[in-house]
């Protein structure tokens, strides 16, 4: 699949699905340490976003992202609405008006969308949040860039190590959002957002094939 | 999961139209975004007080709009923050020309979205400002957490910003007051039984029949320690020595003391539990000088209470006794 | 069983401490035998309104004393009524030479209670008088069952009575009131979870968690039938149909409607339930002219509501806005 | 025992104990079909009784019931107090200055206090009330004292009817007090205060042994 704005959008759109199929589980990482409603809150989201999608796809992959931002922003809600909806206005804005995305452009994107999150929720890796699954993954994906990879094997590089990423939370005491109130409690648990970013880029990934 | 509703994702939308058939003569509701605003909205000349927060804490914050209170509450899915946009809209239809004080109870969501809405209003031309309330003690305010939530201060703080806002203060002056309570309340709350959220269909957390958690927030999220239950007399000495203890609440303050039920506690148990507090607090020569006791920040049905105090002065004991006609709270008029 | 409280056979009086403590401005607790009095005790020249019953229903009856309501609460212990040397007592105290009304709750025990009582009282020389209200539409008012019982109309009633009081009527107008509204107000009740009794220490009936039981009363008795759960439009549309079948509420009736918590059940889903019930009558073309919507009689943590429909006309509407001040009920002070 | 007024006070003691011992039996069986309350109130009103007596046992076995009468009409509350308040009042005043009982005293209160029952509460039999129990309890007791039974004997048929006569309440529909609210529904269920009636007598039974 090429990476212009109607890939973008198909792209999305699996996200949304993926979204949809995990909502439950989220939701259950969620009550385990927070309030349960990662998953719905999500999925309220990317629901809004395929709509949007229905409407109109923007005519490039950035405005595409802005749509996804925008939507986001005003459907989520939480903590995850501002962080991911940053994430993608960043991403977005970085890719101005590309036609087309490579592999460069990808890498790009994807750290522009790690240092919104980070911006604005002021984590760090190891304060057990998405940080800790976009980070490797952002890292990886320009490992593999530099190394010559497409955009194929640079999603599914930063898919991988946000697995790993999002995995390593289960070890960690929480530091920021509703899981630090928790304390050591927070312990033994997957961050509900790291698991999200997680799937989103395994999506991303899957839609790159 | 049973509860009175038709769909998880219209629970919002349908209980805001009860409130406004319910008081019609108060509060006017906007289903989307989903506002409850004062009926005679914008109010000229007045500061204007919002607030807002995840729903299922009901009275807060819709059952608080109204003269002397809020002038629009921004109710957001069940215990998620509401987002930007509705905030804003909310900041819009209130905007008396005075300015608007935003009051953001201190989570990370709720923190992001009204920042953001923040921005946006300003961008528009309007004096916005935010105060954030954070008078949970069981939460340790330090770099190791999001910091201390917001909880039951938040309604001292709504009544009193409010009363502020309706006696003709500048933005100055009642964001100043707002922080004065800021600064001076304390709470702390326990659970005995879980919330179930609409969307999830399963209690928050389990508890034993033996388990209280400890030091509870308003969202089901687990309380910072799990404790065995305990005779009433145990456990409120244990709420009010965790509460009178952080300010410190001094021999001699005068204080406001608010029992609060979390939602699904029995009101023979709030008193109790209201009786046993201020005979505490008597015993500590703290002198309780207002009070309130009621459901007014719950957790959908959870079982448990909070205790909060709030260090009055005169101004503060004044704006409190200032008349205020809400839906949840009325008094003087 | 968890529950915030120390001992079961200590509950009412260390609650009625509490209640005492907050409202201490309005009313004056009594320990032995157990009463809520008007702070201001006894009216000279007005009618004294006393009403009473088993406590585990707060705020009914002691959070509705003060100007305005009632003059006195009798609370006995948790779902049993008291005995008659409380009610008694209650009326010496306020009896202000105008003479009492005794405002009963159909129920066994109460009615042999509260009858004794005013037999009592007659004995002492005061003019002591009945009523009796039976509102609940769940129970066949037939020979085959003690009557129906009184529910969710109790709180009008002793709203209303208490206002007619008020204005200075006379016990007979006054009882003539309260015999109005008894005629004229019907309720039914849903349960969706029980009540735990603190000396049974064990929930009073148990639900299949997809099980309602319709008709339920407010100690814990089982209801008149249990149905599968359904949506609140299909529940409230039940509800509305049984209570307004019964008078019958007829199209262009104007009414009060009531939509009361049973105690547990969450604000958001009682709203919701009350604003369905608005769209229902609407439909029917019943004008709600008046509402209330809360927890005000309640089965301790119960989940669950009661739906109550009173037809107003002048005289009613104007005494239900009469000014009130209670701890659980006030306006136009 | 003697049927003096210190017998009967044993008696009455006997009965607090019995009482004390089925509180939770009592509070289960109101729980079926009622508000879980008759175990409680029974107790905490015999529990004055013995408080009663324990500062002064009255000079008469009419006495002895006149302050049971009265200590349960002001402690028990609920349907049970007055109705046995009152069985006990009518029984006491029946009973005159009379010193000590003989089995047709016996039977002359037994029927008084029954008669206060059904005047009070108004209740048939088959109305699946303590009147089930109370009233074959008197007839036994009326009989068997006419065959020349003593006290004893006249007890315990009063007792063994009450059993057999709260055990009837079960196949009934109640038709009065709190049961009723549930028609066919408190069918299959005995009647808490035929259950405690039938208990009481059984007390007064093993005191006359
Ligand atoms: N300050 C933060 N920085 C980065 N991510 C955060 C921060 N706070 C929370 N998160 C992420 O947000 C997730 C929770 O999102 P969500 O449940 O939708 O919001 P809320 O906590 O408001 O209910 C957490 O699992 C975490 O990954
Ligand atoms: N009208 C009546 N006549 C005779 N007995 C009655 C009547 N109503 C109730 N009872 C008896 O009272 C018992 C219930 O007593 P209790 O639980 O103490 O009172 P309440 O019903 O007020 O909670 C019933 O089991 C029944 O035997
Ligand atoms: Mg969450
Ligand atoms: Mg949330
Ligand atoms: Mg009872
Ligand atoms: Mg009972």
Redesign the interface.
């Known amino acids: 699949m090429a990476c212009t704005a109607d890939g973008v959008a198909e792209a999305v759109r699996g996200a949304a699905a993926i979204v949809a199929d995990h909502r439950v589980e989220l939701i259950d990482l969620d009550r385990a340490i927070g309030d349960a409603d990662h998953g719905e809150n999500l999925n309220r989201g990317f629901t809004a976003v395929v709509a949007a999608l229905d409407e109109a796809v923007p005519g490039t992959p950035g405005g595409v992202l802005k749509t996804v931002a925008t939507t986001l922003i005003s459907k989520v809600g939480g903590a995850a609405g501002p962080l991911y909806g940053t994430a993608f206005l960043r991403a977005s804005t970085t890719l101005g008006d590309r036609a087309e995305l490579d592999a460069e452009a990808v890498v790009l994107a994807l750290r522009a969308g790690l240092e919104g999150v980070r911006a604005r929720g002021k984590a760090e890796t190891g304060d057990a949040t998405m940080v800790d699954a976009f980070t490797p993954a952002v890292a990886a994906a320009e490992e593999k860039a530099a190394a010559g990879g497409d955009v194929a094997a640079v999603l599914l590089a930063a898919a991988d190590a946000a697995d790993v990423g999002a995995e390593s939370t289960v070890d960690m005491v929480a530091r920021k959002g509703r899981a630090s109130y928790l304390g050591e409690r927070s312990v033994g648990h997957l961050d509900p957002g790291a698991r999200s970013t997680a799937l989103l880029l395994r999506a991303f990934a899957e839609a790159a094939r | 999961?049973?509860?009175?509703?038709?769909?998880p994702?219209t629970?919002?939308t349908?209980?805001?139209?009860?409130?406004?058939?319910?008081h019609g003569d108060l509060v006017r509701v906007v289903e989307d975004?989903a506002l409850v605003v004062r009926a005679d909205a914008p109010v000229a000349g007045q500061v204007a007080v919002v607030s807002g927060g995840?729903?299922?804490h009901?009275?807060l914050h819709g059952?608080f709009v109204g003269p002397g209170m809020l002038d629009a509450a921004v109710p957001?899915?069940?215990?998620?923050?509401?987002?930007?946009?509705?905030v804003q809209a909310a900041v819009m239809a209130t905007a008396g020309g005075a300015g608007t004080l935003l009051i953001v109870k201190n989570?990370?969501?709720d923190v992001?979205?009204f920042?953001?809405a923040a921005e946006l209003a300003a961008a528009e031309g309007l004096d916005v400002r935010s105060v954030v309330i954070d008078d949970d003690v069981?939460?340790?305010d330090s770099?190791?957490?999001?910091g201390r939530?917001g909880v039951g201060g938040t309604v001292p703080l709504e009544k009193i910003t409010g009363a502020a806002a309706a006696r003709g203060d500048s933005l100055d002056d009642v964001e100043a007051v707002a922080r004065k309570v800021i600064g001076q309340v304390r709470s702390i709350g326990v659970a005995?039984?879980p919330?179930t959220?609409p969307?999830?269909g399963?209690p928050?957390?389990t508890?034993a029949?033996?388990e209280?958690e400890f030091g509870i927030?308003i969202?089901?999220?687990?309380g910072?320690e799990r404790i065995p239950?305990e005779?009433?007399?145990a456990?409120?000495a244990r709420m009010v020595d965790a509460v009178a203890g952080d300010l410190p609440f001094a021999e001699g303050d005068d204080v406001l003391l608010f029992?609060n039920s979390m939602?699904?506690?029995?009101?023979?148990?709030?008193?109790?539990?209201?009786?046993?507090a201020?005979?505490l607090l008597a015993e500590r020569g703290i002198n309780?000088r207002r009070?309130l006791?009621g459901?007014y920040i719950?957790s959908?049905?959870m079982?448990g209470?909070s205790i909060t105090l709030l260090k009055l002065d005169d101004e503060l004991t004044e704006l409190w006794d200032a008349p205020v006609n809400t839906p949840a709270l009325?008094?003087g008029?």
């Open positions: 999961m049973k509860k009175i509703i038709n769909d994702a629970v919002v349908e209980s805001l139209r009860g409130l406004a058939a319910a975004p995840g729903s299922g009901e009275p059952g957001g899915a069940v215990f998620t923050s509401p987002t930007p946009d509705a989570y990370t969501g992001l979205n920042e953001t069981a939460v340790a770099t190791f957490t999001a939530r005995l039984s919330p959220v969307h999830a399963e928050s957390f508890l029949d033996d209280i927030g969202h089901g999220e687990p910072r239950a005779p009433a007399d456990l409120v029992t939602g699904g506690t029995p009101q023979i148990e709030l008193y109790l539990a209201h009786g046993i201020e005979r309780v009070r006791v459901p719950t959908l049905e079982q209470i009325r008094w008029v």
